[in-house]
């Protein structure tokens, strides 16, 4: 068990088909707030985010949009030599997450890509327990997990909300933000600072 610092680039996956249903419906709020009509994309697409919500639809595939931001994100962090600076590449077990991943990676081998199912998202029926007591447990093994790696420097591809409660953080992490925070050990992390937005 190593409990040495560590650097942490925390990175959230690109757009997915729900975060633009979701969209299409606080646009559609939006208008009726103000009496407008709302546009016909953002009625179809709000309305798919409500089936979404119910049919419980939690492995969304990334949009379009969140395609080009994978592509743009790769840009930019190999123009940056960010591979250089990690060793592994830990993701989500969740599609979006593993796809943002391999966009990051782009092909390259020398980075070692691990799936850590302490990573998933948090779940809406666990923002309604008290504590957040399942997703405090997955934080806990994702700080056990750290512990136990010789890395020095890891990347990890998650969701907003869990790296707001894993920070303590009040601002929300756009798809695709690039977080740099140390990691000291023993569950501890530092301030958080944001690296790079597309």
């Known amino acids: 068990m190593t409990n040495e610092k560590k650097k942490l680039y925390l990175i959230r996956h690109a757009e997915t088909i729900r975060n633009a249903h979701i969209q299409g419906l606080r646009n559609v709020g939006s208008s009726c707030r103000r009496f407008k009509l709302p546009v016909k994309e953002d009625f179809t697409l709000g309305g798919k985010g409500i089936w979404g919500f119910v049919s419980r639809d939690k492995d969304s595939e990334l949009s379009e949009l969140g395609k080009l931001q994978v ?66 447990r997955r934080i806990c093994e994702l700080g056990a997990w750290l512990d136990a790696q010789e890395d020095e420097s890891i990347a990890l591809v998650g969701h907003s909300q869990y790296f707001r409660l894993l920070l303590n953080m009040r601002e929300k992490f756009r798809n695709c933000d690039v977080w740099e925070v140390s990691y000291e050990g023993g569950g501890a992390f530092s301030t958080p600072e944001m690296l790079y937005r597309i």
């Open 71 to 136: 592509v743009k994100l790769s840009k930019l962090l190999s123009d940056q030599k960010f591979l250089e600076k990690i060793t592994k590449i830990g993701h989500s077990p969740l599609v979006r997450a593993e796809h943002t991943c391999d966009g990051i990676l782009n092909g390259n081998k020398e980075v070692k890509k691990v799936k850590l199912d302490c990573l998933s998202e948090i779940a809406p029926g666990e923002y309604a327990l008290k504590f957040n007591i399942p997703v405090r």
